[in-house]
């Protein structure tokens, strides 16, 4: 099993760009989950969704959509790249609406708006 | 809201024990944690579901004081392979998906 794949592992973009931040799992979790990570704050939820058809948004949500069409992508849009949005950005997926046996994390993708 | 990590840091030597705190101000279901070594992804280590249980691998546990929303991660005897950032991450007690909310991180390092 591949677990949580995301593509690309490093972006530079301009002001203004947009792109998408793919992200994929394999192991049928219904749960997934997209965090940023910035120096000294952690780990913040931008989006999320509990199956096919539905997301709903984090803490952070403003600058970023998300779409969930199957169980398997979960795709991470920015709508017109930011310099404050530069960053790490970590896909996740779990299969327990609890959080039963731990998020899985994709390995990440390093972004940068210049 | 975020929980509150103590400390942000600790430099032990090998074969000294750490405790990590992690401390919310809200009512919490569980409470998960992960360690992340430098330029990789966060990686699941236990959750602890409200209830008080400990629980862990050897020398690697933890604790959930559900009264006092509170959890620590024991690490005894440490090795080098223990150095990273470690996180908490808590669900609230409430129904419905329940989103895990990350800590700032607790950077550990180990020397020889």
């Known amino acids: 099993n591949a677990g949580v794949t995301q593509t690309p592992k490093f972006q530079v973009l301009k002001t203004g760009q947009s792109m998408t931040l793919q992200c994929a799992q394999d192991?049928?979790?219904?749960?997934m989950s997209w965090y940023r990570q910035d120096p000294g704050m952690g780990l913040r939820l931008i989006h999320y969704?509990?199956?096919?058809?539905?997301?709903d948004q984090g803490e952070v949500p403003n600058g970023y959509n998300v779409s969930r069409s199957t169980t398997e992508d979960f795709p991470l849009r920015l709508l017109s790249a930011a310099p404050s949005q530069t960053s790490v950005y970590f896909c996740?997926?779990?299969?327990?609406?609890?959080?039963?046996?731990?998020?899985?994390f994709g390995s990440g993708t390093r972004l940068t708006v210049v | 809201q975020q929980p509150v990590q103590s400390p942000q840091a600790v430099i032990l030597r090998e074969g000294e024990d750490a405790v990590i705190n992690c401390s919310s101000s809200?009512?919490?279901?569980?409470v998960h944690w992960y360690r992340q070594k430098h330029g990789e992804a966060p990686v699941f280590l236990m959750i602890?579901?409200?209830?008080?249980e400990q629980k862990g691998h050897e020398k690697i546990s933890a604790s959930f004081n559900e009264k006092k929303q509170q959890s620590s991660l024991y690490l005894t005897a440490s090795q080098l392979s223990y150095s990273g950032t470690y996180f908490c991450?808590?669900?609230?007690?409430?129904?419905?998906?329940?989103?895990?909310?990350f800590g700032t991180g607790t950077k550990l390092q180990v020397i020889p």
């Open positions: 996740a997926s779990s299969y327990s609406r609890t959080g039963g046996g731990g998020y899985t």
């Open positions: 192991m049928n979790h219904e749960y």
């Open positions: 969704s509990v199956g096919a058809g539905i997301t």
């Open positions: 809200k009512a919490l279901y569980s």
């Open positions: 602890l579901l409200k209830g008080g």
């Open positions: 991450g808590t669900q609230l007690n409430s129904g419905g998906y329940q989103k895990v909310t």
